[in-house]
């Protein structure tokens, strides 16, 4: 039976020569034991594959560590949680600055902080990529505030607010008879009665740009504090000042006298805006 044999005829078309094999039963038995055997031990492989043994220790170990994992997702989104909440504060917070540093909360990236947090946020937690965002934004926000205050410091540093000398004032601002020629005349500034020598005080922050006799002012002051205001103090015995040099609000600059066009020991003092004199007790707030 062995020697038994087959014989297998290939026909291509019509016209082509016909092809012939023959086998025999013992080449056909290795054919199909070779492939029995090739398909065994690939179900073999991928069955040791999927349903090998799992060591116990590196499944506890893999246990143990899903647990950490999971502590620590936890834990970020408690923390990303804690963080949505401190931003609403600070969203609000920031808007209320933005508010009395003038400007317009809707108009400068400052979004009104919103209370609670959504189903997904507490699902998910929100994009980290969107509380960056939101900070971003507030620290914007911050800086055009901090940029705004310190301007309006500055202005309000540079406001005369005070009274320059203690005394009483003995003349007003504007028209009135001329002390000395009993004629109308216009009075461009106050005079304030005080003690000889006592101190006179830079009412605002400045730079003096005069330091000197000044004409019927005789010895005198004068300090420029921008946004165009600029104040002037006359009469006085001595100077403290030089010209050029930067003053704040309470230094001395000289102290009370009687040089120039003056009867008595008193203060000659004028507030400047753009120019043109002002009443200096608008601008005497204490």
Request: aromatic share 6%; proline share 4%.
């Amino acid at each position: 039976m062995g020697k038994s044999c087959h014989t297998v005829i290939l026909v291509p078309h019509a016209r082509a020569r016909l092809r012939k094999w023959r086998v025999t039963n013992l080449q056909i038995g290795l054919l199909l034991g070779a492939f029995l055997l090739v398909t065994g031990g690939a179900a073999f492989a991928l069955w040791s594959y999927l349903f090998q043994t799992v060591d116990p220790a590196e499944l506890v170990r893999l246990r143990a560590e899903n647990e950490s994992l999971r502590q620590v997702n936890l834990g970020f989104e408690q923390s990303v949680r804690e963080l949505q909440e401190r931003l609403a504060d600070y969203e609000d917070r920031t808007e209320e600055l933005a508010i009395v540093a003038g400007l317009d909360p809707s108009g400068d990236g400052v979004e009104a902080g919103i209370g609670g947090a959504s189903e997904e946020d507490d699902q998910h937690g929100e994009p980290l990529a969107e509380l960056t965002s939101r900070a971003e934004r507030i620290d914007g926000t911050l800086d055009r505030v901090a940029a705004r205050l310190d301007e309006q410091m500055r202005w309000i540093s540079a406001t005369p607010a005070i009274t320059p000398a203690k005394g009483i004032v003995t003349s007003g601002f504007g028209g009135r008879r001329d002390p000395l020629t009993r004629r109308r005349a216009t009075h461009r500034g106050v005079d304030i009665a005080a003690a000889p020598g006592a101190p006179v005080h830079a009412t605002a922050d400045g730079v003096v740009t005069r330091a000197g006799v000044q004409g019927g002012l005789g010895k005198s002051a004068f300090v420029s504090h921008g946004y165009g205001l600029a104040t002037r103090y006359g009469h006085l015995s001595k100077l403290a000042v030089r010209p050029g040099q930067r003053v704040h609000r309470g230094d001395v600059l000289g102290y009370v006298g009687n040089t120039g066009r003056s009867t008595g020991y008193h203060l000659h003092y004028e507030v400047h805006l753009d120019g043109q004199a002002v009443d200096p007790l608008v601008y005497i707030l204490d």
